[in-house]
């Protein structure tokens, strides 16, 4: 199946910060880009959906100031998380979607701890 | 309203014990149904997708059939490293996926 590799697996970070996660397509375009929060023993929450070269349609109630999300190319979605403060800790996952059979393949996922 | 259900929220079985898992769904224009294995701490593992009513697939232990209302997700014979929860996802039109809560599994020794 594909791949879709997911960095870093875990950050530790002071209230304040920003934190840059990385979601990139190993041996696939990804026409379409996902990115999703779970809280412990919940499922998926989407954030927010990406598609190359143009601006990520977020979901109701997610802060678009907050969680800036960029797809610069077709294997590459990046997702940060500005001023971060511990109310941001969580698992955050993305998921790319192939173009030509539309399937949906998720990375690691990143576990955010902000102190 | 588009929505996914899945059932029970957790199952417990003896190694060897056969079940099903459960999802439920009212999505308008059905593209695809998917389902997701996901450990502790890690993204979700595709094992299916299944795209009309009557299909069935099957990967090791793990069999999954769909109607027009809803998916199965039968596991045969499980073992311990069968444990997990498993993820159920529709996709409906304009790219839209819904997401199941999730069956976490526990199977014993």
Redesign the interface.
């Given at each position: 199946g594909a791949v879709v590799s997911q960095h870093p697996s875990r950050v530790i970070c002071k209230s304040g910060t920003s934190v840059k996660i990385e979601c990139r397509s190993l041996d696939f375009q990804a026409t379409t880009m996902f990115w999703y929060r779970q809280f412990p023993k919940q499922s998926l929450m989407l954030m927010a959906t990406s598609n190359e070269g143009s601006k990520a349609t977020y979901e109701q109630g997610v802060e678009k100031d907050k969680f800036l999300i960029n797809h610069a190319s077709l294997t590459l979605s990046t997702l940060t998380v500005t001023s971060a403060h511990p109310e941001d800790s969580s698992f955050y996952i993305c998921s790319a979607m192939t173009g030509t059979n539309e399937k949906l393949f998720f990375g690691s996922g990143t576990q955010l701890s902000v102190l | 309203e588009d929505q996914v259900t899945q059932s029970p929220e957790a199952l417990r079985l003896q190694e060897g014990e056969s079940s099903s898992l459960n999802c439920s769904y009212t999505v308008s224009g059905l593209?695809?149904l998917?389902w997701?294995r996901q450990d502790p701490?890690?993204?979700?593992?595709?094992l299916f997708?299944l795209y009309s009513a009557g299909e069935e697939k099957e990967k090791e232990r793990l069999k999954a059939t769909l109607t027009k209302k809803e998916s199965f997700l039968h596991i045969t014979a499980p073992k311990p490293e069968d444990s997990a929860t498993y993820?159920c996802?529709v996709?409906a039109a304009f790219?839209k996926?819904y997401?199941?809560?999730?069956t976490?599994l526990n199977v014993k020794p």
């Open positions: - | 593209r695809g998917f997701y701490g890690k993204g979700p593992e595709f997708t993820l996802a996709q790219n996926f997401f199941g809560s999730g976490k």
